[in-house]
């Protein structure tokens, strides 16, 4: 990709199409400052899901104090982890999905890479089913003679014309790139915030403040099973793409800022509304077992009639918000895997895999708690050590100064795996899939089998523990491989550490 394609400048005005892919963006196409990450994160996360995370946690046996200091640490674990890789974005204007080649080599990343764009789609297909059918749940009410049945949920052409909807708005902006979700997410950012403010108001009526503190305190392992959900829920998903939203800006970039907006945007308005999700779970445990099924419609029937309708149109931009900043990253993870594609044909693809998964969430899976939780700890078995490596191998990215050419094929700079990561990644994998259970019935045959009967019914088990496992083990296999026994692979130019773009490099580089 030569420079003339790369993304406008924002100081150019008009928003283009964009044109980069998994390329490394040129220096002279870098702007913004790092405070443009709070935006893109915040707006993803100040979602009335945050309330149903909250009850969540707490649905695992905690008491209030132990859910809330639970979930709040989780989150600023997993935040922090998400943060840390977004470094690489500046560092080398890669997108988080190629740089991990550095780590896993040209053809090997594209394990990990797969999995990343699994994890990907599975959080695109609950955030876009929940986004169609709150909008079908408004329709349903406002004019249920042609939108309800007779027990008041949305008929079927509602809530797929609502799906049609939802899935046309993400690809439309996703399709238009990085400047343009740049400039919808802070608009998104302050509505959604405000809104949110509005919502807490109406919802604390609803908070048995007599009856908080009630429920008893759960062991150890419950406890940091709390964390691990609460992780897997919101940070530990986002470690493939944290680099995505950070790779525009200036190589120069403090690390610092970087972590510190990234974290702050994605940990604060969880955690606030984790507080209020847990509060209402323990004075109204009702409500728990609704937010389980329909976690959406469970808490929207709590706000009077008039604040419902704007505020159901606020939680549908909200969720689509998130959706159009995860379906970009899914057409880069896409194009890191090497289709021949370009990200508007990507991103199309991804509508289509949308509609197949969302067919199952809404009109198949019995639970949306149990789906939901399954998918996460799945597929956070091979997402959280994939993380936890690259992060090891930071320290031998930035000794080779970012050099972007560790990206390529063998023969043009980088390698086309490296066996130290795949092992270390591999074997982490198995570990975490066999030390995990599963709600869902379907899921449940591909883990866990490395319990035995008694052990499933444990708590180690059943708070996914094997998660948090996983990514040790990746981690200190691989810091063993290649800082104690210090095992090297072959790479073209091994002593070629200059980080700089040299001319043309860019019309070949991580393609």
């Not at 490394?24 to 899901?49: H, Q, T």
């Not at 149903?52 to 989780?74: F, K, P």
């Not at 509304?273 to 409500?287: C, K, M, R, W």
């Not at 019995?366 to 996460?376: C, D």
């Amino acid at each position: 990709m030569t420079q003339s394609q790369s993304a406008p400048n924002s100081t150019s005005g008009a928003i283009k199409v964009e044109s980069n892919g998994v390329n490394a963006v040129s220096e002279a196409d870098r702007y913004g400052k790092p405070s443009g990450l709070f935006p893109i994160w915040f707006s993803w996360n100040v979602s009335i899901l945050g309330l149903t995370y909250g009850i969540y946690v707490y649905s695992l046996g905690l008491s209030v104090w132990q859910s809330i200091s639970a979930g709040i640490l989780g989150y600023l674990i997993s935040s922090f982890l998400v943060g840390i890789l977004a470094v690489g974005g500046p560092r080398t204007g890669l997108p988080t999905l190629t740089q991990t080649r550095f780590c896993f080599g040209y053809h090997g990343n594209k394990f990990p890479t797969l999995f990343a764009y699994i994890s990907n789609m599975g959080w695109k297909i609950t955030i876009i089913t929940l986004a169609s059918t709150t909008g079908a749940y408004l329709f349903a009410k406002l004019w249920p003679a042609a939108f309800a049945l007779t027990n008041g949920k949305p008929t079927l052409f509602c809530i797929v014309g609502w799906f049609i909807i939802s899935l046309a708005l993400t690809m439309a902006v996703a399709i238009y790139g990085h400047q343009l979700i740049m400039k919808v997410e802070k608009y998104i950012a302050w509505i959604t915030g405000f809104m949110s403010l509005i919502f807490i108001a109406l919802i604390l009526p609803h908070i048995h403040w007599q009856a908080l503190g009630h429920a008893k305190s759960g062991d150890l392992l419950t406890y940091i099973g709390g964390i691990v959900m609460a992780m897997t829920m919101v940070g530990l998903g986002f470690l493939n793409y944290g680099g995505d939203f950070a790779r525009y800006l200036p190589r120069k970039t403090p690390a610092s800022k970087v972590i510190f907006w990234t974290t702050g945007g994605i940990s604060l308005p969880v955690s606030i509304l984790l507080v209020l999700g847990v509060f209402l779970a323990d004075s109204n445990s009702a409500l728990s077992s609704a937010a389980a099924s329909a976690p959406i419609e469970a808490l929207t029937d709590l706000l009077p009639f008039w604040f419902y309708i704007p505020f159901s149109i606020v939680i549908i931009i909200s969720l689509l918000s998130a959706a159009i900043t995860g379906v970009y990253s899914s057409g880069l993870a896409l194009l890191a895997l090497g289709i021949p594609a370009s990200r508007a044909v990507t991103t199309a693809i991804n509508a289509l895999i949308i509609g197949f998964g969302a067919f199952y969430l809404m009109f198949i899976s019995n639970s949306f708690l149990a789906t939901f939780q399954s998918f996460l700890a799945s597929i956070a078995v091979v997402i959280g050590p994939m993380g936890a490596i690259q992060l090891v191998d930071f320290k031998r990215q930035r000794d080779l100064g970012w050099n972007i050419n560790l990206a390529n094929k063998a023969g043009m700079g980088g390698c086309n795996g490296r066996w130290t990561a795949l092992i270390s990644l591999g074997l982490a994998a198995i570990i975490g899939a066999g030390l995990i259970t599963s709600g869902d019935p379907y899921i449940a045959h591909l883990v866990g089998f490395l319990l035995t009967e008694n052990a499933r019914h444990s708590v180690f088990a059943t708070a996914n523990l094997g998660v948090i496992v996983s990514m040790f083990v990746g981690a200190s296999i691989y810091y063993v491989l290649t800082y104690v026994m210090k095992i090297a692979h072959p790479y073209s130019n091994p002593s070629d550490s200059n980080s700089e773009i040299p001319d043309g490099q860019e019309q070949w580089v991580a393609k």
